[in-house]
């Protein structure tokens, strides 16, 4: 097994988690995809796991829930830029279906496995605020399930950082066209919360 190293450098800990297999997802995914973004963000943005576009290219959040995540970060008044995103889990997990790979959600064995690689990243950036994005997210974060709908919106206590809760993007966009834009407008109002609460003095 590929433990976490100790070391003060993000690039270091990516290049080790090239060949983490602390899974099984490692057998099927096409590669590690780790988190991007600057070296001292103030948030981090953590997700469930890479998607196939994700799988397929190396990076997270490229695909159709990483547009939206810009977009509304954007309108909540955050720089998409200044923000690192990440995921729980660093490998795609997924069921073949014809020649098309669906998503298919982390289990309670692949989730702890990864933990170590995302609390690494974090205490690296030391950043002021993580946005949870979605229930894996906060599972993970909290190391218990955690209901989205009564906790998303709030600033809570966390011992790497204060941690707002919210949808995942992706849940934008698989909801029916009539209520998309209302899901949207959920989303960018949490991550309002988060960018009025960033404005306070640390």
């Not at 976490?4 to 096409?30: G, I, M, N, W, Y």
């Not at 997210?137 to 998303?152: M, P, S, Y």
Request: charged share 30%; hydrophobic share 35%.
């Amino acid at each position: 097994m590929v433990t976490v190293p100790h070391t003060t450098s993000l690039r270091r800990l990516k290049e080790a988690a090239r060949d983490c297999q602390r899974c099984d997802l490692f057998r099927h995914a096409t590669q590690t995809v780790f988190g991007k973004g600057p070296n001292h963000a103030l948030v981090v943005a953590v997700g469930e796991q890479p998607g196939d576009y994700e799988d397929q290219q190396g990076q997270p959040f490229v695909g159709p829930a990483g547009r939206i995540l810009t977009r509304a970060l954007e309108e909540a008044g955050i720089d998409a830029t200044e923000v690192y995103i990440t995921n729980a889990v660093k490998h795609f997990k997924f069921e073949p279906r014809g020649k098309r790979r669906i998503h298919k959600k982390p289990d309670t064995g692949e989730i702890p496995a990864c933990r170590p690689w995302l609390e690494a990243e974090v205490s690296l950036i030391k950043p002021r605020l993580i946005l949870a994005l979605g229930a894996t997210a906060a599972q993970t974060l909290f190391e218990k399930k955690v209901g989205i709908n009564e906790n998303r919106g709030k600033v809570l206590d966390h011992g790497w950082a204060k941690i707002l809760i919210t949808i995942h993007p992706s849940a934008v966009w698989r909801v029916p066209e009539p209520d998309r834009d209302r899901e949207y407008r959920g989303f960018v109002n949490d991550l309002k919360v988060a960018a009025d609460w960033l404005r306070r003095p640390s």
